[in-house]
């Protein structure tokens, strides 16, 4: 017997805005979260702009996210982004953070990328210093892959599956869809899912050299973000994470908790790197697929979805994108959906984009608005070739919004779609 | 350096790893450090190699085996303290 499954709580730590009601304002004025960077100056990297959350570090401490013995020692930078956002879900949705019985109904999928290579920095230069002995015991649980839903885990009690899910810049949407289906199949009856990630400079330099990034923009930075535009010319890197309670419904309901949204289904999967698909590039017809198979887990039909939460991270696979949303939902010109995209304002958080995102897709729901694409005064003509340009909205639309289909796409040719809806 | 000295000084470096600075106000040699002040014993390494770093001397492996409580703490700073001079 399949449950329905909805949102009761959401967290977030985004670079225009930490906590929900700062990212709301964020988001629905258009506010960017891209800064110039001085230390990417110093470092010659073409691209010296990047969205860094402004997150209060000892707030860790002393908002009571980890205790100070915990604190003590703690340096990876994704880590404590993903604490800070899955507490403030856990406390959004009423939950008390203390208990001494395991909770076992509630389980953790949290993904990431890389844990932070730069906290790493002290271990390799000790170890090289044949002083390895000196390490102390906070390295590894910070190293591994699992570290944010160790933390995370730990410090709530989580007693259900409790997993690390990586998927390049599909991790996000991914995680809350494996989340949805655990809750849906009866494993668990509450899943703290999201994505956390903290670019720093090694991953980063990764990324410039591969030119993939904004570079022409170092000195305007709130504009370097331009999803769409004909200037697009590169991703913009952004941290941050952003967690969420999914819950079955009939719990949900038992306990009181307030309800923001339901999710009613998606898709992961690849592209195969065939057919075009490569380790960097999308295979369409894998990517039209998983948009399909959202739409049909969900019972949802092309025609209901009100706003397409994008990928589209400023780069010229945009068109494709938009191409491919056409061709998959059989809608274009002025019967496309309204369309944006977050990155415009915040870059591209790699793991974390997607949770991220939905958490603004479901604002966007709740508070019956569109946000705005901002940086898109120069539209990209072969996209708007293809979809009328009133359909991409550079200014907060104030409307009724039912569906939401959510979509990120990732290195490796991986694509993940939820469908995200108002609770009815 | 006389006990007293260095139970002092001990105060401040195992402070990090416990929640109970109560307790760690009054310890005394009896003082366990897993059971009364509720380290997590993976952070023993921690205070192990902080003392090292303190007092500029190098714990091995079964001198860091007795360091369970207080008392046996300063025991084996003080010891490695003698050995340096």
């Not at chain 1, 591994?144 to 599909?170: D, E, F, I, P």
């Not at chain 1, 002025?334 to 977050?342: A, E, G, H, I, V």
């Not at chain 1, 939401?404 to 993940?416: E, H, L, Q, R, Y």
Request: charged share 20%; proline share 3%; with cysteine.
């Amino acid at each position: 017997m399949s449950k329905r499954v909805v949102v009761t709580g959401m967290g977030i730590v985004s670079p225009n805005g930490i906590g929900i009601p700062a990212f709301l304002h964020a988001i629905q004025n258009g506010i960017s979260g891209i800064k110039f960077m001085p230390r990417y100056q110093e470092l010659n990297f073409s691209c010296q702009v990047a969205g860094m959350p402004a997150f209060d570090w000892e707030s860790l401490k002393n908002k009571n996210y980890i205790s100070e013995v915990t604190f003590h020692g703690l340096k990876g930078t994704n880590i404590g982004y993903g604490v800070a956002a899955a507490l403030d879900a856990w406390a959004d949705s009423g939950m008390a953070y203390e208990t001494d019985e395991p909770r076992w109904e509630t389980g953790c999928v949290f993904g990431n990328s890389i844990a932070d290579t730069e906290a790493m920095k002290n271990v390799i230069a000790r170890v090289d210093n044949k002083e390895a002995r000196k390490l102390g015991s906070r390295v590894v649980e910070q190293a591994m892959n699992s570290g944010v839903t160790s933390y995370v885990s730990g410090r709530l009690g989580l007693g259900n599956k409790v997993l690390t899910n990586s998927a390049a810049c599909a991790t996000g949407t991914q995680a809350i869809l494996m989340g949805y289906e655990y809750v849906k199949h009866g494993y668990a009856k509450r899943m703290l899912v999201g994505s956390a990630e903290h670019v720093d400079t090694y991953v980063y330099g990764a990324f410039d050299s591969m030119r993939v990034l904004s570079r022409k923009y170092n000195d305007a930075p709130e504009k370097a973000s331009r999803p769409m535009s004909i200037t697009a010319g590169g991703f913009v890197p952004g941290s941050g994470s952003a967690a969420l309670i999914l819950e079955d419904l009939d719990y949900a309901l038992e306990r009181g908790a307030r309800i923001y949204a339901e999710v009613l289904g998606g898709s992961s999967n690849s592209g195969g790197q065939r057919q075009g698909g490569t380790m960097t590039a999308a295979n369409s017809t894998g990517v039209i697929r998983c948009i399909h198979e959202a739409m049909a887990t969900s019972g949802v039909s092309a025609d209901q979805i009100d706003l397409i939460s994008g990928h589209l991270t400023a780069t010229n696979a945009d068109r494709q994108e938009i191409q491919n949303w056409t061709e998959a939902l059989n809608r274009a010109g002025d019967d496309f959906p309204l369309t944006n995209s977050l990155k415009s304002m915040i870059g591209h958080s790699l793991s974390a984009a997607g949770s991220i995102e939905t958490v603004a897709s479901i604002l966007q729901i709740v508070h019956g608005f569109v946000h705005p694409n901002i940086n898109f005064e120069d539209p990209n003509p072969e996209i708007t070739n293809l979809v009328s340009l009133d359909k991409l909205p550079v200014k907060m639309i104030k409307k009724e919004v039912n569906i939401v289909a959510k979509a990120n796409f990732g290195f490796g040719d991986v694509n993940s779609c939820l469908i995200l809806s108002k609770y009815k | 350096m006389t006990r007293e000295e260095i139970l002092s000084e001990l105060k401040a470096v195992i402070s990090p790893y416990t929640t109970n600075k109560e307790m760690l106000a009054g310890i005394d040699d009896q003082t366990d450090l897993i059971k009364d002040l509720k380290i997590n014993s993976a952070n023993l390494v921690d205070i192990i190699i902080d003392a090292e770093a303190k007092y500029d001397i190098e714990i091995d492996y079964d001198s860091a085996d007795k360091m369970v409580n207080v008392g046996t703490c300063i025991d084996v700073i003080s010891e490695k303290l003698k050995e340096k001079i």
